[in-house]
């Protein structure tokens, strides 16, 4: 036993230590603090609160808002948590961004630079909003990105109100946008109605499932090949459960697995 308590999600900073969300406490005296333990002694090395008394702002550190990402050749780690990006080095945790509206980020494969995404409040004309921070410089910047993208929002009324999650390819030129067509408070915890891929200058969209999550209150969940080919898709609707990929070259989706599923 090295540890025990509520910790979240974790990541390797080094072949001998992790670092880990833990959140401790409830109602206003909520805390969640990031800790790096060393796996040799079995002792924590150094710990970072990230956020305090601030309960209405930290989710379940297993839901959807929460993500850790290691900062190579250093001990520093990226966290999403929600809609907030944080950055946590020499035990410290700055706050890259306070808008509360961030829904996805990554870091490039030198561990130079974070591209983000920002929500808007109504994605029907605004669809997202991309950013990206110089961890050399500690300088942001706004990246050249339309407000509408083909076959994505072209027309307003016929696209989605909310983009609720966006998960960037390994070359960082592409983005996976999970969508929702009605607003609903983000803490319903992932029931998406659409999934896109999007250029990351927003000049052509491709929308690659649709799902109605009135049907039993059902979404998708999709993840990007390492070789930012391939998407593949699990989506549930009324009577079925379904794994599929999809050729982002546009070639034909193949069917993996399907199950039906009872309304249980």
């Known amino acids: 036993m090295v540890f025990k308590g509520s910790a979240g999600q974790s990541v390797w900073t080094s072949n001998t230590e992790i670092a880990f969300l833990v959140e401790h406490g409830d109602g206003e005296n909520k805390i969640v603090n990031i800790k790096w333990l060393n796996l040799n002694l079995g002792t924590i090395r150094q710990e970072t609160t990230v956020f305090k008394d601030a309960a209405s702002l930290v989710p379940d550190l297993s839901g959807l808002g929460t993500n850790l990402v290691p900062i190579p050749r250093t001990d520093g780690v990226l966290s ?108 319903t915890a992932g029931i998406f109605d659409g999934l896109y891929w999007v250029d990351i200058a927003g000049s052509q969209g491709m929308k690659l499932v649709s799902v109605d999550p009135s049907n039993n209150g059902q979404g998708v969940m999709a993840a990007i090949s390492p070789d930012s080919k391939t998407v593949a898709a699990l989506y549930l609707t009324k009577n079925s459960i379904t794994l599929a990929s999809y050729p982002v070259d546009g070639g034909q989706k193949r069917i993996l697995q399907r199950s039906t599923t009872s309304k249980k």
């Open 80 to 187: 999403l948590i929600a809609g907030s990006l944080v950055l946590a080095e020499f035990g410290i945790a700055e706050s890259i961004t306070t808008t509360g509206d961030v829904v996805g980020f990554a870091l490039d494969k030198d561990g130079n630079r974070v591209v983000f995404a920002r929500r808007s409040n109504n994605a029907q004309y605004i669809l997202l909003s991309l950013y990206e921070y110089d961890l050399q410089l500690r300088s942001v910047k706004k990246l050249p990105f339309p407000n509408r993208v083909p076959n994505v929002n072209p027309v307003p009324r016929q696209g989605p109100k909310e983009v609720v999650m966006v998960k960037f390819s390994v070359d960082l030129q592409h983005m996976l946008v999970f969508t929702l067509r009605d607003q609903i408070s983000i803490k």
